[in-house]
């Protein structure tokens, strides 16, 4: 089993940045392909970045030319670097593992989650 615990969310202003992490522990022999989702009251987990264990990255329009991840393999972690935040950036942060090596955008792709980190953006 993979474990997978994220940290770093907290209360932000508007235009504040912010650097979430995530640290995988057990099997990380078998974390590939990793990723972030968030998921705001009442909406659904929406994909926010992906990276692959060669640090291919994908992130969609929505948060693009904001947020950037990287991973140390060394230390088994991933990072959402999340400038310019906005008051509809906020949202549980969710990291997720895949023992696959292709970037994912779906949720189901993901065989390990975190239990999330709250991000609250205020204007």
């Known amino acids: 089993q993979v474990q997978l615990v994220e940290s770093g969310g907290r209360l932000v202003q508007a235009g504040d940045s912010l650097r979430l992490s995530c640290a995988a522990s057990?099997?990380?022999?078998?974390?590939?392909?990793m990723g972030w989702f968030r998921q705001a009251p009442g909406k659904e987990r929406e994909f926010v970045a992906a990276i692959t264990r060669r640090s291919t990255t994908y992130l969609p329009d929505s948060v693009k030319g904001r947020f950037a991840i990287s991973r140390d393999n060394a230390k088994n972690t991933v990072y959402l670097q999340m400038n310019s935040l906005k008051p509809e950036d906020t949202a549980v942060y969710y990291c997720?593992?895949?023992?696959?090596?292709?970037?994912?955008?779906?949720?189901?792709?993901?065989?390990?989650w975190g239990q999330g980190t709250q991000v609250t953006v205020s204007s």
């Open positions: 997720a593992a895949s023992s696959d090596g292709a970037l994912k955008t779906q949720a189901v792709q993901y065989n390990y």
């Open positions: 057990g099997r990380t022999f078998s974390v590939n392909a």
